[in-house]
């Protein structure tokens, strides 16, 4: 029988990754590197798009060691950060990150010179200065240089994609990302892109995840090991990719994606018209264009458990799993929310249902009886209650309760955190087997590509076999209820100190 491998690059906001996986969805090999993330002198964050390609040419020759060849390829990535790209196919400066707020200004504008309401009724987004668009814009203003040498605005899947053969392209999630696509017509918004004088020829064209754009070039073969007879498909944004390893296309389930930031996606039915009137949710397309998907997000929630053990504890989280495991024990045994620490975590601004990039992070209600394994309670209590929130949101707005949370990403391993989640949300939680779910379900799409697995939903049914489920205790439902209705009491009294505190930070 021939083998047929499979290989993923998946570039997140920690690690930069490459896997082989063989038509079944098992994991052959995985090389991974530190993502190489650099700070100017104003706090602004950016990557070097050529530091991304060498680790990728690195990794993809790492992995493929002592295996077949590998029939087909695709990339999973980060959403919003974007490169321009010459027309010689050169990058024109850096990549600046998802999570990098200097566009606020072109946000605002952005604002006022389309609408809120407008905006979301074509794109499904609020105006926040994370996306793609606003990006550009800062571009134009500040390194007018490299924005009128633009002939493509590509975010990283695209860029790698490129580099891999030579074709611009994108996908719906990605492309929903952007808040320059029009979410109903599945094509890039001409009326924005003209009231703000971003040629709409500088976006790449997009195509359905899954599609093959290509083969692998000659050059990129030499820089990546891969052959040339192998296809180059289409990905898309990491979360969705993610979510083939869990079936979240049963209805009644939401992924949950836990790794740096957590995303909490619920994706529709097909054919069914997206909500477009905002109520605290984003919406964006799916790796299938016919299937809209909910969103909500904590930007920094496993960012936040790793600054909570390098604060209170520090030395835990640089290699030292014992202590980290018995910390977490004793922690899962203290009083957290319950001897009155709140904790909200806004470290890198709010995400859903407020979205508000002018957001801090913060503990309430702190006393010196507060032990570091009391506070470490209460960071992940202060996840899952704003998790509460994001859920509790998209069932408003998909009108039936969600049964369960299917979580992928290094925070699914964390066990008394997901244990907590389970209680404070009071769903099931099922956690997936495969560590790396992100590149699991980006080489299954290269699969779709290359014909050996004919749908996303069979690809997902196959791989969401053997999960784990944690239940719920019943009887913390009564602890955390009213917890949490004082947690979003506490969000709003903190909402008019933190604009003065980033205003005053800005200025």
Known sequence: METRNYLAIDIGTTNWKAAVFDVTGRRLATAHTPAITHTDQNGNSFYRPQEIWQAVGSLCRQVQQGLAPVRAVSVASVAEAVVAIGRDG?????????????????????????????????????????????KIL??????????????????IAD?????????????????????????RRNVWSQRILAAVGVPEDTMPAVVESGTVLGHVSRVASEHTGLPATAKVVMGGNDH?????????????????????????????????????????????????????????????????????????????????????????????????????????????????????????????????????????KSVMEGLSMQARMIVEMEERLAGFRVERLC????????????????????????????????????????????????????????????????????????MYDPLYELYAEGYEALVEFNRKLFDLQRG
């Open 240 to 376: 969705p990719c993610g979510s083939v390893a869990v079936n979240v296309l049963d209805r009644w389930n939401i992924l949950d994606s836990s790794g740096t930031a957590e995303s909490f996606i619920l994706v529709s039915p097909r054919q069914a018209p997206p909500p477009l009137r905002f109520q605290g949710q984003r919406t964006c397309r799916y790796l299938q264009k016919d299937r809209y998907a909910l969103w909500g997000g904590i930007i920094a929630s496993g960012k936040s458990f790793d600054w909570a053990c390098c604060t209170l504890a520090p030395g835990i989280r640089a290699g030292d799993a014992p202590a980290l495991r018995q910390m977490l024990e004793q922690a899962e045994r203290e009083r957290g929310m319950q001897a009155g620490a709140f904790f909200y975590p806004h470290l890198r601004g709010a995400g859903a249902p407020h979205w508000e990039p002018r957001s801090h992070g913060a503990f309430l209600g702190l006393r010196d009886l507060h032990t570091p394994a009391m506070l470490l």
């Open 407 to 478: 979580v992928i990403g290094g925070s699914s391993r964390n066990l008394q955190w997901q244990r907590i989640k389970a209680n404070v949300l009071q769903r099931q939680v099922e956690l997936c087997g495969e560590p790396e779910a992100v590149a699991q379900g980006a080489a299954m799409l290269a699969a779709i590509g290359d014909g050996a697995c004919a749908s996303l939903e069979e690809a997902s049914a196959m791989l969401a076999r053997g999960n784990t489920v944690i239940e719920p205790d019943p009887a913390m439902a009564g």
């Open 138 to 155: 800062w571009v134009r203003e500040n390194q007018p240089q490299v924005y009128e040498k633009a002939w493509k605005w590509l975010q």
């Open 90 to 134: 050169r990058p024109l400066g850096d990549i600046i990150t998802w999570f990098d707020r200097r566009a606020i200004a072109q946000a605002e504008w952005l604002e006022h010179t389309l609408g809120t309401k407008t905006l979301y009724s074509i794109t499904g987004l609020d105006v926040n200065p994370i996306f793609s668009l606003p």
């Open 159 to 183: 860029y790698i994609l490129f580099c891999l053969c030579g074709q611009t392209a994108t996908d719906h999630t990605l492309a929903s990302r952007t808040l320059a696509f029009d979410l």
